[in-house]
């Protein structure tokens, strides 16, 4: 395997595997087939059904029980709102208003000058939260936000003019192709665009940021 392909796989297992790639494909999928084979009722206890074994089997393996109540809940969310709305375009809306939340938090981020995708390498990665700010640093993170924010926002109206014209299969068809496979090349994007504009940039690796090591830097050569 080559060395860039191997150093995305081994970063994607290190951020990503953090995420519930189970808790946000499988029971949405499975809701789709229940609600055209055996109805709305099947298909929320169906979907419901499956968070909980997913849970389970999160605990068994000895993973955080905050993952797996997170994936609990957030089906519970998606199933009280369709249930709420009497349709099965409602177990989509949750999803939806996060979407929107999102898109205004990459917008605020940006208008305010702390980016978005620098507070979420932050959480992931625990590198020193003033390192991001550094002006040979930060406009790497604006502009892979900047990505973000087209992203989400051209998903999100996809999204809404979908559930306005109550298009139940389109909207879980377009929930698909925009979650993960999308997720993941956006998410090789940024990671490509990301360590290329950092050394462009010149500025301090994470190191010899901590270190207080002076110009001229490395640059960060790894890791977004």
């Known amino acids: 395997m080559p060395s860039k392909a191997r150093e995305l796989l081994e970063e994607f297992r290190a951020v990503a595997g953090k995420v519930g790639l189970l808790d946000t494909i499988l029971p949405p999928v499975l809701f789709l087939l229940l609600n055209g084979l055996a109805g709305f009722n ?3 206890f169906g979907a419901l059904g499956l968070s909980v074994v ?3 089997l999160r605990l068994r393996r000895g993973q955080s029980l905050v993952y797996a109540l997170a994936g609990m809940g957030s089906v519970g969310l998606a199933i009280a709102v369709a249930y709420l709305f009497g349709s099965s375009e409602g177990y989509f809306l949750p999803g ?11 917008l605020v981020s940006l208008l305010i ?3 978005m995708v620098a507070w979420t390498s932050y959480l992931a990665r625990r590198w020193p939260l003033d390192w991001y700010w550094h002006k040979q640093v930060r406009p790497a993170y604006s502009e892979v936000t900047i990505a973000w924010l087209a ?3 051209l998903r999100l109206f996809w999204q809404v003019t ?5 298009a139940t299969d389109q909207l ?7 979650g993960w496979p999308a997720t993941v090349a956006l998410l090789i994007f940024s990671y490509l665009y990301g360590t290329w504009r950092l050394a462009h940039l010149g ?3 994470v190191e010899e940021f901590r270190n207080g090591a002076p110009a001229p830097w490395q640059s960060q050569r790894r890791g977004f």
């Open 151 to 153: 992203f989400f926002a």
């Open 54 to 56: 997913i849970a389970i």
């Open 172 to 178: 879980a068809l377009v929930n698909a192709l925009t």
């Open 96 to 106: 939806i208003v996060n979407g929107g939340l999102t898109v205004a938090l990459a």
């Open 113 to 115: 000058g702390k980016p």
């Open 42 to 44: 099947a298909a929320m």
């Open 162 to 166: 979908l559930f306005q014209g109550q």
């Open 203 to 205: 500025g301090p690796s």
